[in-house]
């Protein structure tokens, strides 16, 4: 159920809502039954407690039931026995709608969710889940501080009693056996790759450049730990420049395909957004604790970010560390910590004016800092160039996803039913999604003998382009440095991978 449509009728009701994990606390005990000691008689008392109260509550009197003198909480004091008393674990967690549950124009509402015993702990933000459980309302404080006080409005809140993660790592999400036997059919299999490529966005016509790129940035290379404890990252960093097109909706895409996926627009987003804010949080007493970006967000997933080119300087920057050491370093209010953000970024950008000039070099187009976008393993410039051949072509395959798309809403209007399957030979999202979830899990390829040779030999011949044309001239730009060279050792792991292949070849 969406967060917005709870009501009064909810209430006390067990329930399933759904959303997006915002915040979490820290793990803290909660007395579930409170030990008491009368001061008149020294008896102990056992009284239970509400799961949802902001306070313990005394009992009302002493209990002849359990031993005590029966005098009223009037007449008596109580002291409380932490050491007696039975405690479990408590977190507490704001969980948000989901964006795609919103009416047109409305903000996301947010409901307090309490964990208590085996469930805490388990969940993180940016997780999509659904809590399964019970709506109470609590009362909420009015008047002065230190009044007894109520007003007539409660607070709701949500006590759970299971949890389901909608969203997994790539090394998270379970294979079945069947699904196991499906997937290794295609091992060694030479039309698995375009396969894959024809099942990335089938709506998006044409763009076969980008999408063979971003499918192997989906499988990745190889993560690698170094004897001296440094770490190579496997992940796979593409940056899209081009006249305007298809960039937007190939990025929501694959922002769906990839578990734990985030979209953001570079038009709305700041350095704090991608990577950490500092913020007061009333979860834990209105101390300063970090809410994670979006970069901290994807962690094990992916990040699409459109609109890079409409980003501040000072906001790109926030992003070197996280796209190379695959971390955020954070020192802000007094809070000194490094959150991991591994996770490759998909980016997509326009030129300087819109549209690439005719005439100029694409690269003195771009506006982005050479800093950064050496940290790109692929920059993939589209340009909108006319072609009779391929013009028909595009043409036709637009022309026919809409005349199939008016033919399903017709048939629904109707009321009858009109298959809306995907193509011939194309994989399910879910599927797609497995796939290379497995070839993540089990496939870790080596390159052999001959890509070796191969791209040491592309390497220092592209090297040897920036020699001195004479003494004294100033050498040319270098057209490949060492960062280029592990990202061909990327592409050519996620080749093998796409391949389940456990050797890299040529």
Not at 317 to 339: P, R
Not at 476 to 481: H, K, M, Q
Request: with cysteine.
């Amino acid at each position: 159920m969406a967060i917005h449509r709870l009501r009064q009728n909810h209430l006390r009701r067990l329930l399933s809502v759904d959303g997006i994990v915002r915040r979490v606390s820290q793990v803290l005990p909660q007395i579930t039954e409170a030990v008491y000691e009368c001061s008149a008689c020294h008896t102990h008392l056992r009284w239970p407690q509400e799961e949802t109260s902001p306070v313990v509550e005394a009992p009302p009197g002493c209990d002849e039931d359990q031993g005590g003198c029966g005098k009223p909480a009037g007449r008596v004091r109580f002291r409380l026995l932490e050491d007696e008393s039975r405690t479990v674990d408590y977190q507490r967690l704001e969980l948000q709608e989901n964006p795609e549950t919103l009416r047109g124009g409305a903000h996301p509402e947010g409901l307090t969710v309490i964990l208590l015993d085996d469930l805490v702990g388990q969940i993180v933000p940016g997780t999509r889940m659904v809590a399964n459980g019970v709506l109470k309302g609590v009362p909420r404080p009015a008047g002065s501080r230190g009044s007894n006080a109520t007003s007539n409005v409660f607070d709701t809140v949500f006590l759970a009693n299971s949890l389901e993660r909608l969203d997994r790592e790539y090394l998270e999400i379970e294979i079945s056996e069947e699904e196991r036997k499906a997937i290794e059919a295609y091992r060694g299999d030479p039309s698995v790759f375009p396969r894959i490529v024809a099942s990335l966005a089938p709506s998006v016509a044409g763009m076969e450049p980008e999408k063979q790129a971003i499918a192997l940035q989906l499988f990745g290379g190889v993560h690698k730990d170094l004897p001296d404890g440094m770490r190579v990252r496997g992940d796979v960093h593409i940056l899209m420049v081009g006249d305007p097109g298809s960039k937007s909706q190939l990025l929501r895409y694959v922002a769906e395909t990839a578990p734990r996926g985030v979209y953001t627009s570079g038009k709305g987003a700041t350095a704090a957004g991608l990577t950490a804010a500092a913020v007061r949080d009333d979860f834990a007493g209105g101390r300063w604790v970090l809410e994670a970006g979006a970069m901290v967000l994807a962690d094990g997933g992916m990040l699409c970010i459109d609109e890079m080119d409409k980003m501040s300087e000072g906001d790109r920057a926030s992003m070197h560390e996280a796209m190379e050491q695959q971390t955020v370093s954070v020192a802000k209010a007094g809070i000194t910590v490094t959150l991991r953000a591994r996770c490759p970024v998909l980016a997509a950008a326009n030129p300087k004016l819109g549209r690439f000039t005719p005439g100029e070099e694409p690269q003195r187009e771009l506006n982005l800092p050479p800093t950064l976008l050496s940290r790109f393993d692929l920059i993939l410039i589209i340009l909108d160039v006319p072609d009779a051949e391929r013009d028909q072509h595009l043409a036709e395959a637009i022309l026919a996803q809409h005349q199939r798309a008016e033919g399903r809403e017709a048939s629904r209007h109707r009321g009858t039913s009109l298959a809306s399957g995907l193509g011939s030979g194309l994989f399910s999202q879910d599927f797609l999604r497995k796939y290379v979830a497995y070839a993540k899990q089990r496939v870790f390829p080596t390159m052999d003998q001959e890509a070796y040779e191969r791209l040491k030999e592309y390497y220092t011949g592209m090297r040897r382009l920036a020699v001195r044309q004479s003494e004294g001239e100033a050498a040319r730009p270098i057209p490949v440095t060492p960062r280029q060279l592990e990202a061909l050792i990327r592409l050519t792991e996620a080749s093998a991978r796409s391949r389940l292949s456990a050797m890299a070849t040529r």
